[in-house]
């Protein structure tokens, strides 16, 4: 008997279920989940940088795996490799004094020779992991082209402070057209941490410098950052999840806030972002997966850096109905809020602010102004309930009270069922249906019971 017909035969015994395991639905949701991101990173550019530390990790091969899945779902990858460990490693055995100025590396010639030496070695075991394609392996069938060259042009550091530099050098310029055209055939570009001058010369550059100016160079919609530990506040501990550019520059200027390790990294990340690239990402690499975790989920576990905030919030407009309508509409169904049809909040979304995380809306809230009473109504104030967490709440009415100043608005009143204290808790007072506009009385619903709580604004 083949399987298909056990399965029949098992199925019509009633010995199959139809519903899936918890473990299967947790899988599907997590793949419908992460779709919009599959649809917005096909065909864009990702800059990925890491240290030569991940390839002695015993987790490297499935960091391998996880770039193959970004190339074949779409993704346009360069990767750009360290090699310290492995320099230094090289110099040991020859006995060479390593010498650093100011968090660089003083490259003689006997070091440039381990430099060549290394790179190459590194380069060789990542392609050969790459081109892997055993059929029990994530590999199977990917059939991954890598392309490597001198598409790094530098130039020497020269003398700095009175430390001749020597073969340490910085870049000058890179061949984006040349990259361009390798990542159009579908390949992955590698590049080394060398660079390459007109005279002939090579260079030993720092591998991050290479990748935020190759992800500069492209217009490249992400950087990513493969670190050894995760971005944190020192004094909460505290992963910084995401940041704004001037956000994190004031955190430089502040000593002791972040770990030392931490501020090199940061600053190739606001340098980045300032200079063209969409989004930066530091992410710890040591966490198996953590790639594809932070950019197929909404949340992520990295530190997102970039020119604005990742969470906005906002006036709503037309586009936003249908998330409005995904938020409210389970609230509305346990009678938490009063139903709303798709033509009222099309009709009223002028009056209607959200808060919006990557596309997502979050959490959302009506202010209807009464200009006769130089009164508003807080309505409809809603938060998804995995995001009820950091003062979600606290900041929607606020900044809902800044606009009832703007608009002259004297007293906010709101009708709640289910959130009295809450609101209490803000300044809010228990008032009668009387003290409503007369407009909003003669729509107040006595069945509903909705208790009314009015807020001084104080406006003269």
Known sequence: MNACENLLRKKRKGKVENNPSPDHSSFVSWFRDSTPYIHAHRGRTFVVSFGGEALADGLFANLVHDFALLNSLGIRLVLVHGARPQVEQRLNLRACQMRYFNGLRVTDAAALECVKEAVGIV???????????????????????????????????????????????????????????????????????????????VFNLGAEEVATSVAVALRAEKLVLLIEQDCANLTDGSPIRQITTDEAENLLDRNGLLAEESIPHLKSAVNACRRGVLRTHLINRRIDGAALLELFTRDGLGTLVSLSPFETMRQADIKDVGGILELIVPLENQGILVKR???????????????????MILGCAALHHYPQESAGELACLALREEYRGDNRGERLLEYLEAKAHGLGIKKLFVLTTQTTHWFREHGFEFARVASLPPTRQARYNPQRNSKILVKDLGNS
């Open 341 to 359: 049809s798709r033509e009222h909040l099309e009709t009223e979304i002028s009056t209607y602010s959200v808060i919006e995380r990557d596309g």
């Open 123 to 201: 380069r060789v075991e990542i392609e050969a992991l790459l081109s892997m394609g055993l059929a029990n392996s994530p590999m199977a069938g990917a059939r991954i082209r890598v392309a490597s060259g001198n598409f790094v042009v530098a130039k020497p550091l020269g003398v700095r402070d009175g430390v001749d530099f020597g073969h340490t050098g910085e870049v000058r310029r890179v061949d984006a057209e040349g990259i361009r055209a390798q990542l159009d055939q579908g390949d992955i570009v590698l590049l080394s941490p060398i660079g390459y001058s007109p005279t002939g010369e």
